[in-house]
């Protein structure tokens, strides 16, 4: 098959590189994927995988400019071997979803299963889903939210997952319809701004920017250990703090 390709999301624009199966090549060619486009300040992104096509839906939380897009990802190779993706703003499709306006969208997880979209809005405090095109809205979480942030789905459980970075800290678990709500850790959590799932062995992984270390569960809250802990020093301005994560076969991201 072909290679995998790890997506990157700056500010404003998706970059992509190809990983190997079990490193990652710090030399790798990097292409474009999203170039840099008017009112886009990038949030969180998934991506969907179909049979004949691969979705990238983006959370764009530009002031006054707030809102969920998406576009369809295909690469290219040059002649040269150089990859090649031309994409412009006709090429993004804006996510309209019924009696939902978009405060400050944040991240943003694909349920690849059912088709239906994830994401946390600091705005509003809340944790919403719909389906790929918007319709079927459903809020998941809508009280003792602070600052929501990351979001994970697992179809296989079918659990939603969500970290709140603001006052009591917390990560949360839900069912894919919003009950059985659940706090799976609450305690020695700070800046939980990153989270990812290792869909193989079955655990959940975060990034505490404030804490500086990159932490893990078994999806029960169980079984807690540091993976890694960075280099002491002033979260706020050391670029050592970790603040998204991935998890790909035996790599982090």
Known sequence: GEEPILFIATRNEIIGTQVQKNYYDHSATTHTILPELQGIKIGGMD??????EVMVFVTNHEKNQSSIFSFKHKTNK???GRWRRDIGDSDVQK?????????????IAVDWVSKRLYWTDAGSRRIMSSNFDGSQPLTIAKVNLHKPEAIVVDPESRYVFWSDWGIGAKIERANLDGSDRQTLVSERIEWPRGLAMDYQNRRLYWAD???????????DGRNRHVVYQFPSGNATTDSEAPYK?????????
Do not use: C, M
């Not at 019924?98 to 944040?106: A, G, I, L, R, W």
């Not at 920017?209 to 999806?219: F, G, N, P, Q, V």
């Not at 994560?245 to 991201?253: G, S």
């Open 78 to 80: 040059t002649p040269s």
């Open 245 to 253: 994560i991935d998890v790909f076969e035996n790599l982090l991201y």
């Open 209 to 219: 920017a404030r804490r500086k270390t990159i932490e893990s569960i078994t999806l």
């Open 95 to 107: 996510l309209n979803v019924s009696n939902v306006e978009f405060s400050q969208p944040v991240d």
């Open 47 to 52: 991506v969907y995988q179909g049979n004949n």
